[in-house]
């Protein structure tokens, strides 16, 4: 079945550097869509990317859907104290699968 | 505005307990499902359902059985609670294709 990776699990940055998660699907997706869970919350949809090689960028986050849309990316830049929870990318067949998430912590 | 309503925040259980987490939804979408979220290991697939009566397995179903009598309704159950089942339970529902709305989720423990 459909497996999506995603890397790395945690990331420890300095408030004004720049941030990415990578996600890898085993198969090709229809879509594949980001979200971000601050502690004791529940997942939060960021965005959704359909087309092969789109890049859609909102404020300071870039995200990308790879050519073959197996691959998606999510690059903060210069983040900021509410930049930190957990970011998922979900890939999207007949079902949706989830990434491991990465962690995000910003030291100010 | 989309609801997908969980029906307990917090469940304490004992081991051997029949458990039912509850899950509507009031957007007539197609699609539901379940996944638990553990540290480290994201959120997994359990069960999902895209049409009343219908079913299928996800990535960790073992100790799991779900129920769709209506659309608007998606349970999970465990036969059994067991120890390793403690975890976060987050519901999420969709049109076929479209974007998932998840409820505010269930921390179960077992005790």
């Known amino acids: 079945g459909q497996q999506v990776m995603q890397i790395p699990q945690y990331q420890h940055v300095q408030e004004g550097e720049d941030f990415t998660t990578y996600c890898n699907s085993s198969t090709t997706l229809s879509n594949i869509q980001w979200y971000k869970q601050r502690p004791g919350g529940h997942p939060v949809f960021l965005i959704q990317l359909v087309k092969s090689g789109e890049v859609k960028k909102q404020k300071r986050l870039t995200f990308q859907f790879g050519e073959a849309k197996k691959n998606s990316s999510l690059h903060i830049t210069a983040t900021q104290t509410t930049d930190v929870g957990t970011y998922f990318c979900?890939?999207?067949?007949?079902?949706?699968?989830f990434g491991a998430g990465t962690r995000l912590t910003v030291k100010p | 505005d989309v609801k997908v309503t969980q029906s307990s925040r917090y469940l304490v259980k004992r081991t051997g307990e029949k458990v039912f987490l509850e899950c509507v939804q009031d957007?007539?979408?197609?699609?539901m499902f379940w996944y638990r979220q553990d540290p480290g290991l994201g959120l997994r697939l359990i069960y999902f359902s895209y049409d009343v009566k219908m079913k299928e397995k996800g990535d960790i179903p073992e100790g799991y059985s779900v129920s769709r009598e209506k659309k608007e309704r998606f349970s999970l159950i465990l036969e059994s609670a067991s120890t390793n089942q403690t975890s976060m339970y987050l519901c999420?529902?969709?049109?076929?294709?479209?974007?998932?709305?998840f409820g505010s989720g269930t921390q179960l423990s077992v005790l």
């Open positions: 957007m007539d979408h197609e699609n």
């Open positions: 999420a529902s969709s049109l076929i294709r479209g974007l998932p709305f």
């Open positions: 979900a890939g999207h067949n007949n079902d949706m699968r």
